[in-house]
């Protein structure tokens, strides 16, 4: 599938940005407070714990990337509608504005400090993935959500006595594209700190743009919605 004409490089630009969602996802958890900001299943867990009274647990952290991935995933909704069907197009806009939040992130993290600070860069990076998961929605990929792989996981160990070949291959790929994005993540984050990888992970997403909207120019048949 990663090679389905239906798709055309769409595949290839979502298994990036699964990478990308591990990488700020590592980012947020080694150095935002022990808080997803892709994963939103974590938090809400996380949620509960801190109602429960478990200590070194922000629920304060936790909620905010809740609202802002909502408000993310409702602002790529109507960025999907407004697209006209178009895959291409909608992938290029949605992440020349992931491109942009992710360096107005790289900036708090340059210039802001503490707490208020942190959760500055929680909220700005949970919508930049609440924008990418619904975008990834409406691309419609099947198995490349790109913020979670826990129903891919799920479904590759369900249908593995009758799913096998390129959907099988996908999986596993999504599988590894979100564990590699969390060791790369963690290694830069870890080595040189929260700006530098959020200037790095800035860069892909740009690339990612630009490479779907010249790909796209011409409005081939993958573009278009399936």
């Known amino acids: 599938m990663v090679n389905d004409p239906r798709h055309g490089p769409l595949p290839v630009l979502l298994l990036v940005l699964t990478a990308v969602a591990g990488a ?10 022990h808080v997803f900001v892709a994963n939103m299943t974590g938090n809400v867990v996380f949620l509960g714990f801190a109602a429960a009274g478990a200590p070194g647990v922000s629920a304060t952290g936790s909620a905010i990337a809740l609202g802002a991935f909502f408000a993310g995933s409702v602002a790529g909704g109507r960025l999907g509608a407004a697209a006209g069907g178009h895959r291409g197009h909608l992938l290029a806009l949605a ?8 360096v107005v992130a790289a900036a708090i993290a340059i210039g802001g400090s503490g707490a208020v600070a942190d959760f500055g860069l929680v909220a700005v990076l949970a919508a930049t993935m609440g924008l990418q998961s619904a ?11 790109t913020t979670v792989v826990t129903m891919t996981l799920a479904a590759l160990a369900a249908e593995s006595h009758r799913v096998g070949g390129a959907r099988l ?10 564990l590699a994005g969390a060791i790369l993540g963690g290694l830069v984050v870890l080595r040189a700190g929260v700006a530098a990888a959020l200037i790095g992970l ?25």
């Open 95 to 102: 992440e020349g504005i992931g491109t942009a939040l992710l």
């Open 135 to 145: 975008t990834a929605r409406a691309i419609g990929v099947p198995d490349l959500n």
């Open 169 to 178: 291959a996908l999986r596993l790929a999504a599988i590894g594209a979100m």
């Open 24 to 33: 700020v996802d590592a980012i947020s958890y080694l150095r935002l407070g």
């Open 202 to 226: 800035a860069a892909i997403a740009a690339l990612t743009s630009v490479t779907v909207l010249l790909r796209s120019k011409a409005s081939p048949t993958w573009a278009k919605q399936v």
